[in-house]
Structures are given as structure tokens and as C-alpha cells.
């Protein structure tokens, strides 16, 4: 039966005009990416490393990110198909088949069955599609607006002054706590404006009361949903309720989040029914908004009527839509804010431009008063310039194309639709019905016809990172790791040019004056449209994409503006004193294999479980107040990176 499947799929492969490769078993498949895809990983150390166009690599669901723009390269096609008996999927890193298929929704929808279990709380943006899709985002997408950005700025602002508060009490100490606290900062700012509750600071420590009737507090019960979210979707409830303890207290808090929520949606329509205008600045928050945008008379009809044809939203399926805010908002703002922090702890030279970029803006070093502080942060004035800034714009981006969280964008087309025609480099092919679709980011944010890049000249076997390869698979090109991009790569995507490490000056472009030649005026480059997608493109792009920069830039610009981040190097000297003793050159020595040893345990820790994020809180970092660098401008000075 699988032979006959295979065979079919390879015969319409074949008419579809569409370069392809044939694979034992499709990565979509529950049970091989449930256990054979970790056999296979298992078994690699016995054989040679695969090849980038092996099956061995295209069957895993991960490539995409893991060895990301290679499989491209090697067949020399940026659009190509894998077979296997039970179906096809198409892989492309070419933004003009990119835009064609973003923009034609209806020919390549979203796969929403793959979505199914985010229903957890009722019917939501992202697991309904047509007319019901249209009635969600058209409600639900203003309550992300304008007010919204406003507390999200506010939330940020003031749990990144805490966190940093709480950073400098440990200063003898290295932090390893960076991706956990990222991951409570966005809880912290999400819960604020998505329920306008006070989710805590993280420097305060005080335990919270717990309210009459329940036995979690709000921000404990939506902590635990968030960080157990997979056994959420994925577990029956009956086995999470009957199940050993740790299973008890998840579903516990599935139940106490629901009954907060419940309660909250009834008091929010009860205050907006009973006085709109007086309670229109306490309801800023996403839920307030949601049903604000909402006429309640047609609301309280739809649930016995078809809501699709009444046009508001159920009650369920506003729990659904806030849930599903929740979701898709909470890992991947972390998860970014933990890698841009990396990666500039990572690379110091680029988090000094980024100091000098707030400095230009917010006014030099911080300040002890907590009035200039809070007028140094304001909305209206900080925002917008903060925003308008190339630097700061290409720091962001730049974090976003290289680690961005979601690595590919799942589309399709259905199979009972007919075969959609793509143009693909100047030539129609069709797309089969039943093929899946994945629009893979990570491998069209490193494709070279699309981005500034600098060519790199062969590794020098000397240099003391080449010293520490270790790692079988980058030995893949037979060279080992470069200096010049080992910081953020691994793998052997990209050998020849720099598009796999972190470069922020890949975004910019300086006019230069007609009169005398000199540098006028930095602006931010345009990559075409299907190029850059880290927040995907066209009608069903992400609704949070303001959401996550507004986050993004307030939490660098309270860190940054007053400290630095530095790599921890406790681990490779004994005591931060020892090596303000060394000189420069024994400095950057430590330095280099700090930067390594960070680049390494990224590699080893990165892992898709939701999204793309690197697991563990396991790179030390230290905060610094600014100027009082350990690794400071003079070790860099003349660097050739
Ligand atoms: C760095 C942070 C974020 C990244 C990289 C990101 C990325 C994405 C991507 C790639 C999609 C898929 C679009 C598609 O299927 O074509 C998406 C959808 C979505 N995102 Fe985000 N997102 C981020 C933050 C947020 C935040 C903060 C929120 C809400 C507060 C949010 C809400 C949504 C929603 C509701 C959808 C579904 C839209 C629809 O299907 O109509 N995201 N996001």
C-alpha cells in the first residue's frame, strides 16, 4: 500500500513541474515525529554526518531551522518538494513564490486542523477560517491598537526597571536566569494588557493574596497554563484531572484561568453596559477592547443564533480569542527578547552603537530620580523616535531574521481543491491538491539573492576559534567554523558568506551628501515582501506584531540606556577581579572563549517546541552599570568581525 501511495505521489510530482525529492515518510507524520525523528537523531553519531538534500535530514520536521538555507543551495533551486507515501510538502525560500502564495489566501489557506487543540477555550482567530475567520480578526484586531501599545509600553517599561533592579542585587554573581526572566517579564506585561491585572514585579517577591473562591492567584494560574501549555492542548482533560500531581496542578490551573477569565468577561461587559464613557480608561486592556468593539445587544442574541450572520463574538469565543492572545503572544516576544539580549551580549561592539542610538534619543546615562526616569520613558516622546531609529529598527530585524521564533509558516492546499498554478523562477507549475506548504523564514532570511552580504575569505586554521571545533556536523563543509561567523552559526548553511551571524549593519544604507561625499542620513533597507517574514505577510499575518515591537524596544531601552550586558565568565576564570587585572590582549582572550562557549551552548540548547528558542537558562550573562564594562570599548577597538 505504501509503494502504491509512493508511487502515485511521485507520478503526480512529476506532472506537477516541480523539482522534488523522495523521502521514506512525511515529517507530518504523528507517530514519526513523535518517536522516529528522535531515533534517527539518536542514531546519528553512528554514521557519517548527512548530507544537506539527505532524507535523513528533509524527513525531520526541525530542518528548516537547523540546517536551514543548505538543502537550498545543493539542489539550486530556492522551491522544492518532498515524497513520500503519505503526501508531499512543498518548501520554498524564494519570496516571489512567498508573495504569491501569502497573497492568495483562498488558493493556499492556513492549515487550520493543525490548530485544533487551541480551541481549548472556544472558536479563536487562529483556528477558524472564511467567513468566521473574518467576523474573529475583524473584532478581535483592533483591540490591539493604539491604547493597547500604550500599556503594553507602560507594563514593559516598568518590569524592566524591576528586573534590572533585581539583576544588580546578584551583581557579584553571574545571571543564569535570562530566558526565565524574559519569559516572566512578557507573562507580566501580557497579563496586564490582556486582563489589566498587576501580574507582580519581578524584584518585589511579595506573595500575593489569593482571592475568595479560588485556589490560585491570577498570575500563578496563567504562569502554569503558559508554561504547560503543550500538555493543555495535547492531553485529554479527564487524563491532566485523574493524572499523578504534576498533571493535577496543570489542570488545576486550566480551571482556575477559565473561571478567572469568566469572571472578568462578566464584570467588563457589566461595566461597559452600565457606563461606557467612565470606564473607557480602565478597559484598555485586550479583553475590555474586545468587547468594547462589540455591540453587547447583538451579543447577547448570538448565542442562540448563527454568529457568523449576527457579527459579534459568544462569550466562549471571546475566551478563546483572549486565550489564544495569550499563546501566541507570550513565547515568541520572550523568546526574542531573549535572544536579542544574547546576542548583543554576544556582540558588545554592536550594544555600544545601540547605547549611543538611545543616548542620541532618551539623553545620556540614567538617572537616580525616579521623575526624570519616568518622563525619560514617556509614551508619546520616547516611543515614536525609538521607533523611527535605523539602529535600534536593524537590532530588532536583525534578531528576527537570524533567530526568529517562528521558523516556517504552514499553508496548503486542500485536497479536494484543484491544483493551484505558481510561478516559480519564470515558469508554471501546479501545486497538487493535499500538498502541504511550508513558507520556510528561516531559509529565505539567509538567502543571499535577497540580502546584503559580505563574502568571507577561507578560515584561518590559527585563529583560536578554530581551535575548539568539537562538533562533527560543522565539519560538514570539511573547514570546521569560521571566526568570522562562528558566533551565531552552526551547521553548514551559508559557508562562503557572513548571512549566518548577527550583522545589524546589514539593514542599513548611508546617503551620502552630493556635495562633499560625507555620510547625510542612515536609513533602514526595504527587503522585497516575501524575503523578511518573521511576522508572515499579507491578511492572515501576525495581529501582535506592534504588540512584540512596542515590548521589544521599551525593555532595550530601560536595559540599555543605563547598563550593559556582558558575557559571564565565571566558568572559565575564577572571580570577575582576576580579569579586571589582565591586560587587553589576555582580555579578549577570555572574551572570545566566552563568546564561543555561548555560541556552543546555543547551538546545543536551541530546540522547536512551539517555537524556536533557545531551552535553559544556560549562558551567564552579568549586568553592568554603564561605563563600568569588564569587556569594555578598548578590547574591541579595531575588531575585524
Ligand atoms: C516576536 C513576536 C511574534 C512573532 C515573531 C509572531 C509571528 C507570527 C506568525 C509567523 C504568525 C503566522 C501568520 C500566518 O499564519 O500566516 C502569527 C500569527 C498570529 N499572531 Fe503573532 N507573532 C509574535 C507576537 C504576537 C503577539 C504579541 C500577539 C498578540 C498579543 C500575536 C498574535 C497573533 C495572532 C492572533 C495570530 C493569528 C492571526 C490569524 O491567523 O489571522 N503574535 N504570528
Given amino acids: 500500500n505504501n509503494l502504491y501511495c509512493l508511487t502515485r505521489n511521485i507520478r503526480t510530482a512529476r506532472k506537477s513541474g516541480i523539482r522534488y525529492v523522495v523521502v521514506p515518510v512525511n515529517s507530518y507524520n504523528k507517530w514519526f515525529s513523535l518517536l522516529g525523528a528522535r531515533l534517527l537523531s539518536l542514531a546519528d553519531p553512528l554514521f557519517s554526518p548527512p548530507s544537506p538534500t539527505s532524507w535523513r535530514w528533509l524527513v525531520r520536521g526541525g530542518w528548516p531551522w537547523r540546517i536551514r ?10 522551491t522544492f518538494m518532498t515524497v513520500a ?4 510538502i512543498l518548501y520554498t525560500a524564494d519570496e516571489d513564490v512567498i508573495r504569491q502564495i501569502l497573497g492568495r489566501m483562498k488558493d493556499f489557506p492556513k492549515p487550520i486542523f493543525l490548530y485544533r487543540n487551541v480551541d481549548i477555550f472556544g472558536k479563536n482567530v487562529v483556528t477558524t477560517d472564511g467567513a468566521s475567520w473574518r467576523r474573529h480578526r475583524r473584532l478581535v484586531a483592533p483591540a490591539l491598537g493604539e491604547k493597547n501599545n500604550r500599556m503594553v509600553w507602560d507594563e514593559t517599561v516598568r518590569q524592566m526597571q524591576s528586573l534590572t533592579r533585581k539583576w544588580m542585587k546578584t551583581q557579584k554573581e553571574a545571571i543564569t536566569t535570562l530566558r526565565g526572566d524574559a519569559m516572566l517579564l512578557s507573562l507580566n506585561v501580557i497579563g496586564r494588557a490582556g486582563f489589566g491585572q498587576d501580574m507582580g514585579i519581578p524584584d518585589d517577591g511579595k506573595e500575593k493574596k489569593i482571592p475568595e473562591g479560588h485556589s490560585m492567584g491570577f498570575a500563578a494560574a496563567l504562569g502554569s497554563l503558559l508554561n504547560n501549555i503543550l500538555m493543555v492542548v495535547a492531553l485529554p482533560k479527564s487524563i491532566l484531572r485523574r493524572g499523578p500531581k504534576p498533571l ?19 464584570d467588563k461587559q457589566a461595566e461597559i453596559q452600565s457606563s461606557p ?12 477592547q474586545i468587547i468594547k468593539g462589540q455591540d453587547l445587544h447583538l451579543l447577547e442574541e448570538a448565542d442562540d443564533k448563527d454568529p457568523d450572520t449576527t457579527g459579534g463574538l459568544t462569550d ?11 499563546f501566541a503572544g507570550h513565547e515568541t516576544t520572550a523568546g526574542t527578547l531573549h535572544s536579542v539580549l544574547l546576542l548583543l551580549a554576544i556582540h558588545p561592539w554592536y550594544q555600544r552603537r545601540l547605547q549611543a542610538a538611545l543616548d542620541s534619543i532618551l539623553g545620556s546615562t540614567g538617572s537616580d530620580d525616579p521623575a526624570s526616569e519616568t518622563s525619560k520613558f514617556h509614551y508619546d516622546t520616547a516611543l515614536p523616535k525609538l521607533m523611527c531609529d535605523p539602529f535600534i529598527t536593524a537590532v530588532i530585524n536583525e534578531t528576527l531574521r537570524v533567530m526568529g521564533p517562528i521558523p516556517t509558516i504552514p499553508k496548503y492546499v486542500p485536497a479536494d481543491s484543484e491544483p493551484q498554478r505558481l510561478m516559480v523562477d519564470g515558469t508554471e507549475v501546479s501545486v497538487p491538491p493535499g500538498t502541504m506548504i511550508k513558507l520556510c523564514a528561516s531559509c529565505v532570511h539567509r538567502n543571499p539573492k535577497y540580502w546584503p552580504h559580505q563574502v568571507l575569505p577561507p578560515p584561518s586554521p590559527t585563529h583560536p576559534l578554530s581551535l575548539h571545533t568539537g562538533n562533527k556536523k560543522e565539519k560538514i563543509d570539511g573547514r570546521g567554523p569560521d571566526p568570522q561567523r562562528h558566533w551565531t552559526s552552526w551547521g553548514p548553511s551559508n559557508p562562503h558568506n557572513d548571512l549566518e551571524g548577527f550583522r545589524p549593519d546589514r539593514w542599513l544604507k548611508t546617503m551620502h551628501s552630493a556635495r562633499d561625499g560625507a555620510p547625510a542620513f542612515t536609513s533602514v533597507i526595504s527587503p522585497p515582501f516575501g524575503a523578511f517574514i518573521p511576522f508572515s505577510e499579507g491578511p492572515r499575518a501576525c495581529l501582535g506584531k506592534r504588540f512584540a515591537q512596542v515590548e521589544l524596544v521599551a525593555a532595550l531601552a530601560v536595559l540599555f540606556s543605563s547598563y550593559s550586558v556582558e558575557l559571564g565568565v565565571e566558568e572559565l576564570v575564577p572571580g570577575v577581579e582576576g580579569v579586571d587585572a589582565m591586560g587587553r590582549e589576555e582580555r579578549r582572550r ?13 547551538r546545543k540548547h536551541s530546540s522547536m517546541v512551539i517555537t524556536l528558542q533557545m531551552r535553559g537558562n544556560c549562558v551567564p550573562v552579568r549586568l553592568v552599570p554603564r561605563g563600568r564594562e569588564v569587556f569594555g570599548d578598548g578590547i574591541f577597538s579595531g575588531h575585524s568581525w
Avoid: H
Avoid at 507515501?85 to 508531499?88: A, E, I, R, Y
Avoid at 470606564?279 to 475590555?288: E, F, P, R, T, V
Avoid at 469565543?317 to 495569550?326: A, K
Fill in 277 to 288: 464613557e467612565a470606564s473607557s480608561k480602565s478597559n484598555m486592556d485586550l479583553l475590555g
Fill in 316 to 326: 466562549s469565543e471571546v475566551l478563546g480569542n483572549l486565550f489564544v492572545l495569550l
Fill in 69 to 78: 538555507y543548505a538543502p537550498f543551495a545543493k539542489l539550486g533551486t530556492d
Fill in 85 to 88: 507515501p503519505g503526501g508531499s
Fill in 590 to 602: 577570555v572574551w572570545e572563549r566566552a563568546a564561543e562557549e555561548a555560541n556552543g551552548r546555543w
Fill in 248 to 266: 493535577r496542578v496543570v489542570y488545576e490551573s486550566y480551571m482556575e484561568f477559565r473561571q478567572y477569565m469568566c469572571e472578568m468577561l462578566a
